[in-house]
């Protein structure tokens, strides 16, 4: 690309290639840099029982003879209401640390509560179910590990009829996956994923919100990548959580939030995203996105702003993939409607999650990197200005603002052309005079492009005190050769 | 004594399911127990499961004569974790497997051997692990009357699947209805 365009002096010219290359190495870094950063949110979820909903006060810590009494009236009592109670009792003091370690010290309590767990009374079940729950909760590996004779029942109730029991199973099972290697080592030969694939196709929204917990822990274990993701890639679950993002009537916030998350947490792993391609996933996330916006400004929040992030960073990643590029990009991401959702949500995002500014601008950046058609988009929409707007932000908004206007103007002459004149000048000798090395490395970045493509701004550049501007950073080690290369163009044409 | 204002309150009513006596006063508990002891419930022999699949297996391992019969030439018991393809010639390499495979307990209680009693009773013919759990009853059995257990026909299939009866739905999904939608804390 570069040799189509003649060169100035054969000196310069090396520097700058080289400068160039250099600079397209940084950015397709950039491009890929988000594929590490998984959030690290562990969500714990209790089912609060009505009386303790209301505040009321919990039961105290129970000590071993009381633990034994409750254990041994639930399984042997006489009476259905005695024996719930004392399950009940029991599930208040499992809230306790202490009474955690000494149940599970006791001999034999494991064996009785899944017993009891699975045993021809139902509300005796529910109870028991509680109490692992409880369990789960815990942070110490230990108790999470007494609970393993527990797991294959957990599985086994996840392919039945009672919603609210599913529910209960799946957020324990999650709780528990968090909490030990030797759980998740234990559930994967059980058939954990099988089961989860079977459960999926639940039409409740409650059974789904748990599900996406407790597979968003999975994903997010250590090992995931090497022992859990393959078989989450050959199972149903893909698709099955696509269906359930799909814009629409039937989208459910909540739920395409969890499963907006694992499938980040799976596109960072990097094991199979081309596989996530085939199954649409670009196209169902650019859907979601214009819907996002669409939803934005109607000003109904409605829970979607949640699903912000995590489209964002799926979106955003898999636009780093060979097989995209290859491709040229799926329909929906040509359109130039996602360039104006995307600008849309900044706007939302400037007002209420100022945060999610740079993940919104680093999709842009990879939208348009290789893009000739929606750097067009900016263009026609008008977007420059309000690009630019975004600069005195932050320093990490600027670097990527800027490196959207370098997309812009490395695609030739032409579009260089309709970023000049305007504010973009004025614009870039203000980030000059910052100190942060990175934004104003980017800032010679896009005046070279500027200078190759659009000779003009070379005498406006001179006329505003450039070489000045220049000369601030001509000591800095990152910047030096940038700065002299632009000193050269600048005074030798 | 805590009072449970979440949950449904209705004058006490018995579960209608023939055989079983239980009282409930709140919809929630019905509904959870009908779905555990009468979902998938055997026809046959009252035994509940806790799924379709697990009912699939026992019918055709337990009441099924043309399983029998199968069974001396193929390799006919199923494994009993979902999406596991693998078959065993008897009840025992398939526990094996279970065990050793699955990583599942070896007193898995719904993958019991079969017994020539009726289910009020429990023989000393029975699987030693089983013997061990007598004090809770024989898993999943609903309290029925034994006289009331036909015996298995010999020859003749039927279909056996007892499941949900499209009339009763728990206000799932229906916006009328006692439940309220509870609201879970979330900490993100």
Redesign the interface.
């Known amino acids: 690309m570069w040799s189509r365009y003649p060169r100035r002096s054969g000196l310069v010219a090396c520097g700058v290639e080289e400068l160039r290359r250099r600079r397209r190495e940084r950015e397709a870094a950039l491009r890929k840099a988000r594929r590490e950063q998984q959030l690290v ?1 562990k ?9 303790e ?2 505040g ?1 006060c919990v039961a105290a810590v129970l000590g071993e003879a009381e633990v034994q009494q409750f254990l041994r009236l639930a ?2 009592g006489t009476e259905e209401k005695e024996r719930e109670k004392a399950l009940v009792s029991l599930r208040q003091g499992l809230q306790h640390p202490e009474t955690q370690q000494i149940f599970i010290r006791l001999e034999g309590s494991m064996r009785t509560l899944v ?2 767990l ?3 009374r ?2 005796l ?2 109870e028991a179910a509680r109490c692992l729950h409880e369990l789960s909760h815990s942070e110490q590996s230990a108790v999470a590990e007494a609970c393993l ?1 527990a797991t ?2 957990l599985l ?2 996840l ?7 599913i529910e209960l199973c799946l957020y324990t099972l999650g709780n528990l996956i968090v909490e030990s290697e030797v759980v998740r080592r ?1 559930l994967l ?3 954990i ?3 989860l ?2 459960c999926i196709q639940s ?2 929204v409650a059974v789904l919100e748990a599900l996406g917990y407790a597979l968003s822990q999975l994903l997010q274990a250590k090992e995931a990548p090497e022992k859990i993701i393959p078989s989450i890639l050959d199972s149903l679950l893909p698709q099955h959580m696509l269906r359930l993002m799909q814009p629409g009537p039937k989208l459910n916030p909540g739920v395409a939030v969890e499963f907006a998350w694992c499938l980040h947490y799976i596109i960072c792993s990097q094991v199979n995203n081309t596989l996530l391609i085939t199954h649409g996933a670009l196209s169902t996330l650019g859907m979601l996105l214009l819907d996002l916006a669409g939803a934005v400004q109607r000003t109904e929040e409605a829970g979607l702003e949640l699903l912000a992030c995590p489209v964002l960073r799926c979106l955003s990643n898999l636009l780093t993939e060979v097989a995209v590029e290859a491709m040229g990009g799926q329909m929906q991401l040509k359109d130039e409607r996602i360039v104006a959702a995307l600008f849309i949500l900044f706007q939302f995002f400037l007002q209420k999650q100022p945060s999610l500014l740079p993940e919104g601008l680093w999709l842009l950046n990879n939208l348009t990197a290789n893009s000739p058609t929606l750097c067009t988009s900016l263009l026609s929409l008008d977007l420059i200005e309000p690009l630019l707007q975004l600069l005195p932000l932050s320093n990490v908004v600027s670097v990527l603002v800027l490196t959207v206007l370098c997309n812009v103007a490395e695609k030739g002459p032409a579009y260089c052309r309709q970023l000049w004149p305007g504010p973009l000048l004025s614009c870039l000798l203000k980030t000059l005079a910052l100190s942060d090395t990175e934004v104003v490395g980017q800032s010679l970045e896009l005046l070279q492009l500027l200078f190759l493509y659009q000779p003009e701004a070379v005498q406006a550049f001179l006329q505003q005190s450039g070489l000045q501007a220049l000369e601030r950073h001509q000591e800095e080690a990152q910047l030096q050769d940038r700065v002299h290369a632009l000193q050269q163009i600048a005074l030798h044409g | 004594v ?6 449904s309150r209705v004058p006490e009513f018995t579960c209608q399911v023939a055989g079983c006596c ?1 009282v409930f006063a709140a919809l ?2 019905y ?3 009908y ?3 009468h ?2 419930a055997c026809s046959l022999c009252s035994r ?1 499961f ?5 009912l699939d297996a026992h019918i055709l391992e337990w009441h099924d004569s043309l399983f029998q019969i199968l069974a001396e030439r193929q390799d006919m018991y199923q494994c009993l ?4 393809p693998e078959r065993f010639k008897t009840s025992r390499d398939r526990k094996d497997h279970m065990v050793r ?5 070896a007193d ?3 993958d019991k051997p079969k017994t020539n009693k009726g289910p009020a009773l429990r023989g000393s013919d029975a699987d030693p692990s089983a013997a061990a ?1 007598v ?3 024989d ?5 029925s009357d034994p006289a009331a257990t036909p015996p298995a026909p010999t020859g003749e299939r039927r279909t056996y699947s007892h499941r ?1 009866p499209s009339t009763i739905c728990f206000g ?2 229906a916006s009328r209805g006692f439940k309220s939608t ?1 609201k ?5």
Do not use: I, W
Not at chain 1, 45 to 50: F, S, Y
Not at chain 2, 81 to 84: D, I, L, M, P, S
Not at chain 2, 101 to 105: A, D, I, N, S
Not at chain 2, 139 to 143: F, G, P, S
């Open positions: 949110s969500r714990l979820l209790r089912e609060e029982a009505p009386e909903a209301r009321e399984q042997r017993g009891l699975t045993s021809n139902a509300l079940q529910l004779p294959s029942y086994t109730y392919s039945g009829h009672s919603s609210d029991f234990q030969p059980q058939g994923v099988p089961a694939a079977a039409p409740h | 805590a009072e449970e204002p979440e949950r239980q929630e508990d509904q959870h127990h779905n555990m002891l979902g998938n509940a806790p799924s379709g699949h697990l974790v979902e999406g596991c495979f699955h990583l599942y307990p898995f209680r719904f759990l004090d809770e009853g898993m999943m059995e609903v309290c949900v799932q999904g509870q879970k804390n979330k900490h993100h």
